[in-house]
C-alpha cells in the first residue's frame, strides 16, 4: 500500500506543555493517548525510539520513547508504559510501587506485574507467565507486550520481517500494519530477508526459553 500523499503540515506548540504535533503525509508527530475506540493497529519495532499507532482515520501517530524495544532469548521486550499509552491507557491510570517494585494498570482489566516475577495478577486472578519483566534506565518497566494488551481486548502479532509487535483490537479482522511500514520504508528502514528455515529458529528460540514452552511476543 503506497503511502498517502501530502494533505499538508500542521506544527502546533503548546508553550508549556510543551506539546509539538507534525501532520505530513498522513504521519503525525504528537506526545498524545488515543483513545481505544479510535485505534485501527499499534507497532513497537525492535531498537527503534518511537512506537506507532494508527488511528481509525488511516493517520500514523508516532511518539518517542526513553526505552527502545529489545529482544532477549528470542522474545521481544518493550516499554509497559508507552504500550499501555499506545493502548490508550494514560499515566494516572499506572500505578507504580518503587518499594516493591509493583506496576498495576488499570485500563478495561486491572493489571499487576511484579518485576522478576513469573506471576501476574489480571484482576483477582494469579496468572502464571512464560518470562518475567525487567526494570531499564531511566527506570522503565520492560516486557512482553502480549501479556498487557490481550487483557485489555487487543490481540498481538508479530511481523518478523520488519521485527515488529503489532497489537489491535479485537473487533479489527484486517489492522492496517501496511501504514507503519510505509512510514518504516520512508525512514530508510529495509525489510529483513528471513526464511522459513531462520523464522522457525527463531520461535523455537522463544519456547526453549519460556518457562511453558509457549513462544510469547
Known amino acids: 500500500m503506497k503511502a498517502r500523499s501530502l494533505r499538508g503540515l500542521v506544527l502546533t506548540l503548546v508553550v508549556l506543555g510543551i ?12 506526545d498524545e493517548i488515543i483513545e481505544k475506540d479510535k485505534i485501527n493497529v499499534v507497532g513497537f519495532r525492535v531498537g527503534d525510539p518511537y512506537y506507532y499507532v494508527v488511528d481509525t482515520d488511516g493517520v500514523v501517530h508516532k511518539t518517542e520513547m526513553d526505552a527502545v524495544p529489545y529482544k532477549t532469548k528470542g522474545m ?16 494516572d491510570k499506572l500505578e507504580w510501587n518503587a518499594k516493591g517494585k509493583i506496576l498495576t494498570i488499570k485500563g478495561d482489566a486491572e493489571i499487576t506485574l511484579f518485576v522478576g516475577m513469573l506471576v501476574m495478577r489480571v484482576g483477582y486472578d494469579a496468572i502464571l ?56 520504508k520512508a525512514n530508510g528502514v529495509r525489510e529483513l530477508e528471513i526464511d522459513t528455515e531462520a523464522l522457525t529458529a527463531e520461535i523455537l528460540l522463544r519456547m526453549e526459553n519460556s518457562i511453558f514452552g509457549y513462544a510469547p511476543y
Open 19 to 30: 506539546t509539538v504535533g507534525v501532520i505530513n503525509g498522513g504521519v503525525c508527530l504528537a
Open 76 to 91: 521481544t521486550y518493550v516499554s509497559v508504559k508507552h504500550l499501555c499509552n499506545a493502548l490508550g491507557v494514560p499515566d
Open 129 to 184: 507467565m512464560d518470562a518475567k519483566p525487567e526494570v531499564v534506565p531511566p527506570g522503565r518497566m520492560m516486557f512482553l507486550a502480549s501479556y498487557i494488551a490481550e487483557p485489555l481486548g487487543f490481540t498481538v502479532n508479530w511481523v518478523p520481517s520488519w521485527q515488529l509487535v503489532v497489537c489491535y483490537p479485537e473487533s479489527i479482522e484486517s489492522p492496517d500494519v501496511e501504514k507503519i511500514i510505509d512510514d518504516l
